[in-house]
């Protein structure tokens, strides 16, 4: 019965009783595990830690076709995700989504934003508290963030800032909270849009285009996609925050760029397989990029897996498609 080869599925430790942001990738196993299963796939799972010697035992011990890539965080940590795939490359196993070098760049959201910078794609001004802040600082409102984390884990309102001032005092109160590396950027005011790309034969395709909308959000609440939004569902953040998708003809010329935009930071970045680009438009229709995912979250009540749907993609289609990506490296 194994007509298309042998895919391991690796995923960081979690457990029933883990926060809502990890145990969604219990979901996104199950998910992957179906969808290889119907393209006739083989699968196992196993999960990654810090003790590396014993997953390369299990790693050759199985003898994957392909991994498949579901590591979000290593110890609790996303800077810790390129050890998985470093280990993988060390022993020439092929992988789906994007290289150890993509994961080292898109993961350190600084880095990013300096790798945008050099190939003059418009991202916010930021700082942290290890380098020099900018000579001018922007004016207006600034946003404090986790610098290797995802899922919007720390985010929430008191994230924002009224101005410059009060960044380096709010991130100090923010590493209290969760010790980590904390940076800020300054606050595009606008739309929050982003652009899904699945690899194919002929390259990576432009899914729709999502935006999230902030329905009657009071007047003085920043509108961001903080973790409530994201992962508490009785909250206000996220019965109000509503995805819906930009309309291709009605906004042809602003498709158009963020398709560009999305395209050069795949080349820019070598992704692979698929990835996302998050985005703010700002009130002159200027896109701004935010950040890089290499391999965005794919459950399927996930914006990845509804801009399938909406391309009239089948999932398990889009991941014989990304493990189709992988086997071709």
């Known amino acids: 019965m194994n007509t298309a080869g042998k895919v391991l599925i690796i995923h960081n430790d979690v457990s029933d009783e883990s926060p809502a942001d990890a145990r969604d990738i219990l979901d996104q196993i199950r998910s992957v595990t179906e969808a290889l299963g119907t393209e006739g796939y083989q699968t196992s799972t196993l999960s990654i830690g810090l003790n590396l010697g014993a997953t390369k035992t299990k790693l050759q011990a199985e003898r994957p076709d392909v991994v498949f890539n579901l590591v979000e965080a290593i110890d609790d940590s996303g800077q810790l995700v390129p050890i998985a795939t470093t280990l993988l490359d060390h022993l020439r196993i092929p992988y789906t989504g994007s290289g150890t070098e993509a994961l080292v760049l898109t993961s350190n959201k600084i880095l990013t934003k300096h790798w945008l910078r050099l190939h003059g794609i418009a991202t916010a001004d930021w700082w942290d508290p290890e380098t020099r802040p900018p000579v001018v600082p922007a004016p207006g409102r600034w946003i404090t963030k986790p610098l290797y984390e995802d899922a919007s884990i720390g985010m929430d309102d008191a994230s924002v800032v009224a101005d410059f001032a009060g960044v380096a005092g709010r991130i100090a109160e923010k590493q209290q909270v969760r010790a980590c590396r904390w940076f800020a950027e300054q606050f595009i005011e606008g739309r929050e849009i982003n652009v899904a790309l699945l690899g194919g034969r002929e390259g990576p395709e432009i899914l729709p285009i999502p935006e999230i909308e902030f329905v009657d959000f009071p007047a003085d609440k920043p509108r961001i996609v903080g973790y409530a939004a994201k992962w508490a569902e009785d909250s206000f953040e996220c019965r109000n925050t509503v995805r819906r998708f930009v309309d291709p003809d009605k906004e042809a010329p602003l498709c158009r760029q963020l398709g560009e935009i999305a395209l050069r930071c795949w080349d820019i970045f070598q992704l692979r397989g698929y990835a996302r680009v998050d985005f703010r438009v700002d009130g002159n229709g200027k896109p701004w990029v935010l950040e890089i ?27 014989r498609r990304i493990v189709a990506a992988a086997q071709a490296t």
């Open 293 to 319: 995912n290499a391999n965005p979250c794919i459950s399927p009540d996930a914006g990845f897996a509804a801009a399938l749907a909406e391309k009239g993609i089948p999932y398990s289609t889009a991941i």
